[in-house]
């Protein structure tokens, strides 16, 4: 039997207690001061910085004035704007920091440029696409970013699109300006009693949900991480995907761009609203099919569209832009003059804190970690992150993740087995496949937090040699609705285990179901009555839709009672062959992950 110890985490960040090492260039007269870390003893770190010496921080694109002078605090500042690629990698070698906005990119080349010296960029915003972030953490440098000061700018811009799309204010102001006077053409529709869906609960959507309160609006919200006590404190009703896109009379979007999200509003999604719907949209362009919206207006589904972000900005000969019942602004969700200095002030904390040596909350690359280390966990690391994938997208939609525990099996005791790496995997592949978070060592547990997420650790000691350092992990997620019931444990929680076998992650449980498949490509589970024939059939129908199986397992109660088949794929199956294996009359449920 083993023996379990179990412990909770704290998800709270406490900078001063760690510290991140960087490559220091110092002259031959500069005096260091070292201090060593506390902190387990597999990761020692020091803080090695030069007495009298002050650093150099780069600003590349206009940062607001108060920003500027935090920054001229602690660092030496210059501030050249509308740099070449050239002139950019030319002074980088100089600089300690680098701070951009959106219009400067920092490829690999400028991290080459800069001989190890640059140890910090921000990014004065929320979006990195323009830092190239595995550059970054091969040459030890931390990426920040600027997430929360532009929420509230954000927020009111969703309600000013909102309100001014309901009375068609754009539309009468251009056409009092042309010299018309067309009171009845542009008659509107009320706020009051309409029902609101806040598509993504976050920062942005729950502003804007409690503005939209307070016009006298019924407002329900969608979003899988989103919890329901922080929602009722609103008076917000979570409810699934199609709930809310179906029962809306108006739907605000304020969840990120991912593959998930990629062209979520489609000609599927719009035929299953109300007539008549009204959508406003300040997240990002492409969570909409553009030619699906316009087919979506001419089929009288969608009223009225009132966008701030398009798929490619500026857009060019856009028939949406040009559709008489689109509002359209360019990207001013953040264009305030308040924002636009809280971005300066939070960027510049962050650099300076980085500068420092502190650990940043709004770190979006991971610290390097020792090679002896990384070396020993790579193959549960990869494990870790596929479970996590894995046990989110087993959860059902409306269903709100709130509590996860996970499990080490290993005959190690607590004092040889640092988890700190493995949970952040889990963590990012619990978040990442439905936000826009990026989640590493760094700020896993502040990410946690921030979405309510509490996640809990257990050890189960194991008899036997200590030389691996994990037999096992399982992920289980509690309280909440699964879109497979076999996942299920006996007591009711999502439950998914795995392995390393051979260095390469396998899922070795669903639920009570034991299986045995490598996570490589994607998975199909599922359940059916144990008879011949079955992996054949299920097969058969792969092969003829070009889907190439790599692995296959199936796990059973007893014979010819239930078993759970799990098929590794290397393609993804068409709805068409998803839909035949649903089919087969011994097929009692399926889902298709991906990894």
């Given at each position: 039997?083993?023996?379990?110890?179990?412990?909770?985490?704290?998800?709270?960040?406490?900078?001063?207690?760690?510290?991140?090492?960087?490559?220091?260039?110092?002259?031959?007269?500069?005096?260091?001061?070292?201090?060593?870390?506390?902190?387990?003893?597999?990761?020692?770190?020091?803080?090695?910085?030069?007495?009298?010496?002050?650093?150099?921080?780069?600003?590349?694109?206009?940062?607001?004035?108060?920003?500027?002078?935090?920054?001229?605090?602690?660092?030496?500042?210059?501030?050249?704007?509308?740099?070449?690629?050239?002139?950019?990698?030319?002074?980088?070698?100089?600089?300690?920091?680098?701070?951009?906005?959106?219009?400067?990119?920092?490829?690999?080349?400028?991290?080459?440029?800069?001989?190890?010296?640059?140890?910090?960029?921000?990014?004065?915003?929320?979006?990195?696409?323009?830092?190239?972030?595995?550059?970054?953490?091969?040459?030890?440098?931390?990426?920040?970013?600027?997430?929360?000061?532009?929420?509230?700018?954000?927020?009111?811009?969703?309600?000013?699109?909102?309100?001014?799309?309901?009375?068609?204010?754009?539309?009468?102001?251009?056409?009092?300006?042309?010299?018309?006077?067309?009171?009845?053409?542009?008659?509107?529709?009320?706020?009051?009693?309409?029902?609101?869906?806040?598509?993504?609960?976050?920062?942005?959507?729950?502003?804007?949900?409690?503005?939209?309160?307070?016009?006298?609006?019924?407002?329900?919200?969608?979003?899988?991480?989103?919890?329901?006590?922080?929602?009722?404190?609103?008076?917000?009703?979570?409810?699934?995907?199609?709930?809310?896109?179906?029962?809306?009379?108006?739907?605000?979007?304020?969840?990120?761009?991912?593959?998930?999200?990629?062209?979520?509003?489609?000609d599927e999604t719009f035929s299953k609203m109300k007539k008549g719907v009204r959508i406003v949209n300040v997240a990002r362009g492409g969570v909409i099919d553009e030619d699906a919206l316009v087919r979506a207006f001419d089929a009288g589904i969608v009223a009225q569209a009132a966008l701030d972000v398009f798929t490619v900005e500026p857009p060019k000969d856009s028939k949406l832009v040009q559709?008489?019942?689109?509002?359209?602004?360019?990207?001013?969700?953040?264009?305030?003059?308040?924002?636009?200095?809280?971005?300066?002030?939070?960027?510049?904390?962050?650099?300076?804190?980085?500068?420092?040596?502190?650990?940043?909350?709004?770190?979006?690359?991971?610290?390097?970690?020792?090679?002896?280390?990384?070396?020993?966990?790579?193959?549960?690391?990869?494990?870790?992150?596929?479970?996590?994938?894995?046990?989110?997208?087993?959860?059902?939609?409306?269903?709100?993740?709130?509590?996860?525990?996970?499990?080490?099996?290993?005959?190690?005791?607590?004092?040889?087995?640092?988890?700190?790496?493995?949970?952040?995997?889990?963590?990012?592949?619990?978040?990442?496949?439905?936000?826009?978070?990026?989640?590493?060592?760094?700020?896993?547990?502040?990410?946690?937090?921030?979405?309510?997420?509490?996640?809990?650790?257990?050890r189960s000691l194991l008899n036997g040699s200590p030389e691996s350092p994990l037999e096992f992990i399982q992920v289980q997620i509690s309280s909440v609705e699964s879109k497979f019931a076999s996942a299920l444990s006996n007591s009711g929680e999502i439950r998914v285990e795995g392995r390393v076998k051979d260095g390469i992650p396998h899922l070795t449980k669903v639920g009570s179901f034991e299986?045995?498949?490598?996570?490589?490509?994607?998975?199909?589970?599922?359940?059916?009555?144990?008879?011949?024939?079955?992996?054949?059939?299920?097969?058969?129908?792969?092969?003829?839709?070009?889907?190439?199986?790599?692995?296959?397992?199936?796990?059973?109660?007893?014979?010819?009672?239930?078993?759970?088949?799990?098929?590794?794929?290397?393609?993804?199956?068409?709805?068409?062959?998803?839909?035949?294996?649903?089919?087969?009359?011994?097929?009692?449920?399926?889902?298709?992950?991906?990894?």
């Amino acid at each position: 039997m083993a023996a379990s110890a179990s412990s909770a985490i704290n998800l709270s960040i406490k900078p001063s207690h760690t510290s991140l090492s960087w490559q220091t260039h110092l002259s031959s007269t500069s005096a260091l001061a070292v201090s060593p870390l506390s902190g387990h003893r597999q990761y020692p770190r020091f803080v090695i910085y030069a007495v009298g010496d002050k650093p150099t921080v780069l600003v590349a694109e206009k940062l607001g004035e108060a920003g500027v002078n935090l920054l001229k605090e602690f660092a030496d500042v210059d501030c050249s704007y509308n740099l070449t690629p050239e002139e950019l990698c030319n002074k980088i070698s100089l600089c300690d920091a680098l701070i951009v906005r959106s219009g400067t990119k920092v490829s690999r080349e400028v991290f080459e440029s800069s001989g190890g010296r640059l140890k910090v960029v921000g990014r004065a915003g929320v979006g990195i696409d323009n830092v190239d972030l595995a550059a970054a953490t091969e040459h030890g440098c931390l990426v920040v970013n600027a997430p929360t000061a532009n929420t509230v700018a954000a927020a009111e811009h969703g309600i000013a699109l909102l309100t001014a799309m309901a009375r068609n204010v754009a539309q009468a102001d251009a056409s009092v300006k042309a010299g018309k006077w067309l009171r009845n053409k542009y008659v509107g529709v009320s706020l009051v009693g309409k029902t609101l869906a806040v598509m993504g609960f976050g920062k942005v959507g729950s502003e804007v949900a409690r503005r939209a309160k307070g016009l006298g609006m019924h407002v329900i919200a969608h979003d899988p991480y989103a919890p329901a006590d922080r929602a009722r404190a609103i008076g917000v009703e979570l409810v699934s995907f199609d709930k809310a896109i179906s029962s809306a009379d108006f739907i605000s979007l304020h969840m990120p761009l991912t593959p998930a999200t990629n062209k979520v509003l489609n000609d599927e999604t719009f035929s299953k609203m109300k007539k008549g719907v009204r959508i406003v949209n300040v997240a990002r362009g492409g969570v909409i099919d553009e030619d699906a919206l316009v087919r979506a207006f001419d089929a009288g589904i969608v009223a009225q569209a009132a966008l701030d972000v398009f798929t490619v900005e500026p857009p060019k000969d856009s028939k949406l832009v040009q559709h008489e019942n689109v509002t359209a602004t360019p990207h001013l969700g953040a264009s305030t003059m308040e924002a636009q200095e809280g971005v300066a002030i939070e960027i510049a904390e962050a650099v300076v804190g980085a500068l420092n040596g502190e650990l940043a909350a709004t770190a979006v690359n991971a610290p390097m970690v020792p090679a002896e280390v990384l070396s020993e966990l790579k193959p549960f690391v990869a494990l870790a992150e596929k479970l996590g994938r894995l046990a989110v997208q087993l959860v059902a939609g409306g269903s709100g993740v709130k509590s996860v525990k996970v499990t080490y099996g290993s005959a190690r005791g607590p004092d040889d087995l640092d988890t700190r790496l493995l949970r952040a995997m889990i963590t990012k592949g619990l978040i990442e496949p439905i936000s826009s978070s990026f989640v590493n060592l760094v700020n896993a547990d502040f990410t946690a937090k921030q979405r309510g997420l509490r996640i809990t650790e257990q050890r189960s000691l194991l008899n036997g040699s200590p030389e691996s350092p994990l037999e096992f992990i399982q992920v289980q997620i509690s309280s909440v609705e699964s879109k497979f019931a076999s996942a299920l444990s006996n007591s009711g929680e999502i439950r998914v285990e795995g392995r390393v076998k051979d260095g390469i992650p396998h899922l070795t449980k669903v639920g009570s179901f034991e299986v045995d498949v490598s996570l490589e490509g994607s998975i199909i589970l599922c359940r059916q009555v144990d008879q011949p024939g079955m992996i054949g059939k299920v097969g058969s129908i792969l092969s003829e839709g070009n889907v190439n199986v790599s692995f296959m397992s199936v796990g059973r109660v007893a014979p010819r009672k239930h078993a759970v088949m799990a098929i590794g794929v290397d393609d993804q199956p068409s709805k068409e062959i998803l839909k035949r294996i649903g089919e087969i009359p011994a097929v009692e449920e399926f889902v298709y992950l991906k990894i």
